[in-house]
T-cell receptor, first 112, second 114 residues
Framework: KNQVEQSPQSLIILEGKNCTLQ??????????LRWYKQDTGRGPVSLTI?????NTKSNGRYTATLDADTKQSSLHITASQLSDSASYIC???????????FGSGTRLLVRP | EAGVTQFPSHSVIEKGQTVTLRCDPI?????LYWYRRVMGKEIKFLLH????????ESGMPNNRFLAERTGGTYSTLKVQPAELEDSGVYFC????????????FGPGTRLTVL
């Protein structure tokens, strides 16, 4: 069964600190992996898209890594800001499918 | 450029009533998707339109849900009759192509069935 699992479920950090969110997937065959940010009351917004051959991709203070062998990904947030408070969702696409398979997300709270 | 819009933002109805959700995709996007997040669960795929045609409706939970996209522009998702377990947030997304398939999401409609 295709699944995407994320940890931790929730995280609280102080403004300016770094953090790393984890994603493990059992999706096969693998096509690509995406990280989305979802602010409260808004729809998910794409942060990064990585294919099988990419093992790191950055978008500003966000850096995603992918290990296709161990089927793990991480999202590293550097120098966190209050506006980073949101849910971060790991999404995997299988094969040639267009369906997004979502993780349950990590809820991040950045405190001043 | 306007993003994906959804209407209404919130809807509260009683069990047995009918509700219709609307999604306006980004102009020019042939692909339109409906997703749903029920309480405490992850977002799940419901169906996919390519223009006005249903490409895949394998995620639709049962025949109380009916999606349409007449003319290949906006889409509606009707729930009739609504049940308590239909409560959740319904998201619409659109994408220009299926190669990169970058999906842009609307803000969602929060449906509460009492």
């Amino acid at each position: 069964k295709n699944q995407v699992e994320q940890s931790p479920q929730s995280l609280i950090i102080l403004e300016g600190k770094n953090c790393t969110l984890q994603c493990n997937y059992t999706v096969s065959p693998f096509s690509n992996l995406r990280w989305y940010k979802q602010d409260t009351g808004r729809g998910p917004v794409s942060l990064t898209i990585m294919t099988f051959s990419e093992n790191t991709k950055s978008n500003g203070r966000y850096t995603a890594t992918l290990d296709a062998d161990t089927k793990q990904s991480s999202l590293h947030i550097t120098a966190s800001q209050l506006s980073d408070s949101a849910s971060y969702i790991c999404v995997v696409i299988a094969g040639s499918s267009y369906k997004l398979i979502f993780g349950s997300g990590t809820r991040l709270l950045v405190r001043p | 450029e306007a993003g994906v819009t959804q209407f209404p933002s919130h809807s509260v109805i009683e069990k047995g009533q009918t509700v219709t959700l609307r999604c306006d995709p980004i102009s020019g996007h042939d692909n339109l998707y409906w997703y749903r997040r029920v309480m405490g669960k992850e977002i799940k795929f419901l169906l996919h339109f390519v223009k006005e045609s249903k490409q895949d409706e394998s995620g639709m939970p049962n025949n109380r849900f009916l999606a349409e996209r007449t003319g290949g522009t906006y889409s509606t998702l009707k729930v009739q009759p609504a049940e308590l377990e239909d409560s959740g947030v319904y998201f619409c997304a659109s994408s220009q192509d299926l190669v990169r398939n970058e999906q842009f999401f609307g803000p969602g409609t929060r449906l509460t069935v009492l």
